[in-house]
T-cell receptor
Framework: EAQVTQNPRYLITVTGKKLTVTCSQNMNHEYMSWYRQDPGLGLRQIYY???????DKGDVPEGYKVSRKEKRNFPLILESPSPNQTSLYFCASSALAPGYEQYFGPGTRLTVT | GEDVEQSLFLSVREGDSSVINCTYTDSSSTYLYWYKQEPGAGLQLLTY?????DMKQDQRLTVLLNKKDKHLSLRIADTQTGDSAIYFCAAINNAGNMLTFGGGTRLMVKP
């Protein structure tokens, strides 16, 4: 089954404790992206990757890091989480570029206290 | 950068038509999209329209694009309770490497 998986689905952590949210897709997609969803603000793009070892900033990259060492995986790293990073995070992938249909993961709800 | 705006909320009765509106700022956006998010789930692509089209119909869905006014709408005919969800409008940038989403419109369908 074609899918995008994210782990963990829920995470409560404390300020400053490094964390990684994993994202994996099994569709051999070139393009992967991370978004955060906040009430009334819709989805805002954090980082995206057009291919392996190619990553670029989205609209809200501050406080986040990503890596794309393999085509299928695109982890999101918060080196020193802060309460303003409490949000719902989605990973997405598409065949070549975001103009193609994006497939979204189920989301990770992160709370930073 | 691109700004995409939508109204926050729409309530309709089952069987009525729903019209969800969206405005965007970047006239060079070549494709515009509608995504649907059901409770507790990620987004799913509903439909899209190329910027040189005025209208696209797909079963109960009709997308209208007014490129001059940079206005996009999604009409859902014969709205059902299963259509209750958040609907996001999105526009692709000129370079084709980023999608900008609107804030989402929560559609509530009353029986």
């Amino acid at each position: 089954e074609a899918q995008v998986t994210q782990n963990p689905r829920y995470l409560i952590t404390v300020t400053g404790k490094k964390l990684t949210v994993t994202c994996s897709q099994n569709m051999n997609h070139e393009y992967m992206s991370w978004y955060r969803q906040d009430p009334g603000l819709g989805l805002r793009q954090i980082y995206y990757s057009m291919n392996v070892e190619v990553t670029d900033k989205g609209d809200v990259p501050e406080g986040y890091k990503v890596s794309r060492k393999e085509k299928r995986n695109f982890p999101l790293i918060l080196e020193s989480p802060s309460p303003n990073q409490t949000s719902l995070y989605f990973c997405a992938s598409s065949a070549l570029a975001p103009g193609y249909e994006q497939y979204f993961g189920p989301g990770t709800r992160l709370t930073v206290t | 950068g691109e700004d995409v705006e939508q109204s926050l909320f729409l309530s309709v009765r089952e069987g009525d038509s729903s019209v969800i509106n969206c405005t965007y700022t970047d006239s060079s956006s070549t494709y515009l999209y509608w995504y649907k998010q059901e409770p507790g789930a990620g987004l799913q692509l509903l439909t899209y329209i190329f910027s040189n089209m005025d209208m696209k119909q797909d079963q109960r869905l009709t997308v209208l694009l007014n490129k001059k006014d940079k206005h996009l709408s999604l009409r859902i005919a014969d709205t059902q309770t299963g259509d209750s969800a958040i609907y996001f409008c999105a526009a692709i940038n000129n370079a084709g490497n980023m999608l900008t989403f609107g804030g989402g419109t929560r559609l509530m369908v009353k029986p």
